[in-house]
């Protein structure tokens, strides 16, 4: 487990990796990836045991979840490479019964968190100790299965599942408050019987404070992380395009060189 | 078949210890006992199927065998993404029960029957679809489902009572032999056929299908088809994707040549109004006057 002070080397190089992977396969989502980089980093570098699942609910930025995986020693560098290419594992979205720590194949929203509270009962009951962490997406809080699942987590007290909400502001075609707003976000979940912690999504030090927070929860913990999509990626961050749009060279260039170290 | 369904679950909960059973909020005055003996392997998920069976994928990919249970329609076309990704394309074992897959909620209406069941179940990756016929296939699929490592959809309906032996629960069964005509359908519509007055019954050459998809089709079927030809299929569900759409292909390439080929299926709500199952099954001309006329024209 990796202590706060390494973890920001590490979230450069996992984000140097996926850009590579995005930009040599000229593949759009970037954003989603860059949104979460520092919630998938820290879960994995500085939270989760060996045996605890994570299910990745926003598929689409399955490129930083390989990268982590490979920055784990999980995946391969050589089949990292393989991304969006004919006879990948490595889709655009998370694959089928492939990769070890990715239990399930996601990209159709509003599944992940159900995914979640099923391993979450399993753990319960096969007293084991395990934590099942989920990151969903904020658009994919407009999907009714989410909150079937969410009624379902309080019914069964699912005090081993954590709930990360990559609280980025945007969906697929506008901004999350124009569409479905979700604020009040904090209250709807206190309201569903959620312990709810909201933090900087893209602050490391926030996340520790965070995983001190629910050492001793006894209800479901939901944290919302307010993130920004495209997150470093200048004149895209928090616009649409970040979403759909892949890299011309001077911008991976540039970001890469901001990267750099 | 409910009351056949819960002894089953409960004669073999301690035969197969990682069952978990899991209602979308059903089961009253059917599975109290159900209840009592799964103890905390028995979960009620709510009003929410969707869930339910997102819930099944993740236990059975944690090793335990889950059933989830409600009205047909509510646990096959509700959540039909969830077990295509979550379950059929991880092939967990997820044990699917429908109740009253056709016509079997009759005057409950429309949302409540299930006329593409087999069809949108038969589809899925490595999904298998079970119809029983008569009471004691209940227990014979249960055990079937347990020993299954894939998802399974149980069709739960009313169970027909031949008078002949009916042969164990397989993918295909030969009820009873006839001259006439061959009559091939699945599930306990076919036991309309009782009700025919009994030269033509004794006519009929009667062959059950159980399982779906279907992998393979007996010679003996085939050459009975050549010798009779003259073919019906009868089937309570949609004519697309059911019984007749699984078997045709069987049938031709196995070069089987009925001169005559009647499909007799679910039509749907062709005067709009509703009844009991029996009501809407002679409306489709599965029971009844017009199932009697069919089967005569077939034997002329």
Same mark, same amino acid.
């Given at each position: ?12 190089? $996992? *984000? ?19 949104? +979460? ?6 879960? *994995? ?28 020693? $999980? ?22 019964? *492939? ?34 962490? +989920? ?20 019914? /069964? /007290? ?12 945007? /969906? ?41 927070? +629910? /050492? ?46 | 078949?409910?009351?056949? %369904? ?12 990682? @069952? ?33 069976? !997102? ?8 090793? %335990? ?8 329609? %509510?646990? !096959? =076309? ?7 990704? #979550? ?23 429309? !949302? ?23 009471? !004691? #296939? ?11 490592? @894939? ?6 309906? =009313? ?30 519509? =076919? ?10 019954? @004794? ?23 050549? @010798? ?60 009844? #006057? ?6 005569? #024209?077939? =034997?002329?």
């Amino acid at each position: 487990m990796s202590n706060v002070p390494e973890l920001p080397s590490i979230v450069k190089s $996992i *984000k140097k990796r996926f850009l590579k992977m995005y930009f040599n396969a000229k593949a759009g989502h970037i954003g989603s990836s860059l949104s +979460c980089t520092e919630i998938l980093t820290f879960l *994995k570098f500085s939270w989760m045991n060996e045996n605890d699942e994570l299910v990745l609910s926003k598929g689409h930025a399955a490129a930083v979840l390989y990268s982590v995986w490979a920055e784990a020693g $999980i995946i391969s560098e050589e089949e990292i490479n393989t991304f969006y290419k004919n006879g990948t594992y490595l889709s655009a979205h998370p694959p089928v019964n *492939k990769i070890k720590g990715i239990p399930f194949a996601t990209g159709s929203l509003g599944h992940g968190l159900g995914l979640a509270a099923g391993l979450a009962l399993a753990s319960k009951l096969k007293k084991d100790d395990r934590k099942i962490f +989920c990151v969903t997406s904020d658009g994919e809080i407009n999907e009714g299965s989410t909150w079937e699942a969410v009624l379902f987590i309080k019914a /069964q /007290q699912l005090n081993n599942l954590i709930w990360i909400i990559d609280r980025n502001k945007l /969906q697929g075609f506008g901004h999350t408050e124009s569409i479905m707003p979700l604020e009040p976000l904090n209250e709807k979940l206190l309201a569903f019987g959620f312990d709810v912690i909201r933090i900087n999504g893209h602050d490391i030090n926030d996340f520790q404070k965070a995983k001190n927070g +629910c /050492q001793n929860c006894n209800k479901p913990t939901v944290i919302i992380a307010d993130t920004n999509k495209g997150n470093g990626w200048e004149g895209m961050q928090d616009k649409l395009e970040c979403h759909y749009l892949p890299m011309n060279l001077a911008q991976y260039e540039a970001m890469m060189l901001e990267l750099a170290d | 078949m409910r009351k056949e %369904f819960a002894k089953g679950l409960i004669d073999n909960f301690s035969l197969y210890p990682k @069952q978990v059973f899991i209602t979308g909020d059903l089961g009253f005055m059917a599975l109290e006992e159900v209840r009592n003996v799964f103890a905390d392997r028995f979960i009620n998920a709510g009003v929410a199927e969707q869930n339910m069976v !997102t819930i099944a994928a993740s236990l059975a990919y944690e090793g %335990f065998i889950p059933w989830v249970y409600s009205i047909s329609p %509510f646990v !096959t =076309l509700r959540p039909y993404e969830q077990l295509r990704n #979550d379950v059929c394309l991880h092939n967990l074992p997820v044990k699917v029960v429908g109740n009253g897959g056709g016509y079997g909620y009759g005057i409950m209406g429309s !949302t409540h029957h299930n006329n593409e069941d087999i069809g949108a179940m038969r589809i899925l990756p490595n999904m298998k679809v079970l119809v029983p016929l008569v009471p !004691t #296939d209940v227990n014979e699929a249960i055990i079937w489902m347990l020993n299954n490592p @894939q998802p399974n959809y149980l069709r739960l309906n =009313l169970a027909a009572n031949f008078k002949e032996h009916v042969p164990p629960f397989a993918q295909w069964r030969k009820i009873k032999s006839g001259s006439g005509a061959v009559v091939i359908g699945t599930g306990p519509v =076919l036991g309309n056929l009782l009700e025919l007055p009994d030269e033509i019954y @004794q006519k009929l050459e009667i062959w059950a299908v159980s399982i779906f998809p279907i992998e393979d089709i007996p010679v003996e079927l085939i050459n009975r088809v050549n @010798q009779c030809k003259r073919v019906l299929t009868m089937e309570e569900h949609s004519g697309n994707g059911g019984l007749n759409e699984a078997i045709a292909p069987f049938l031709l390439r196995n070069q089987a040549s009925p001169s005559k080929y009647i499909n007799i299926f679910s039509k749907g709500y062709p005067s709009g109004k509703y009844g009991d199952q029996s009501w809407h099954q002679e409306e489709s001309g599965l029971k009844g #006057d017009s199932l009697l006329n069919t089967i005569q #024209d077939l =034997l002329k």
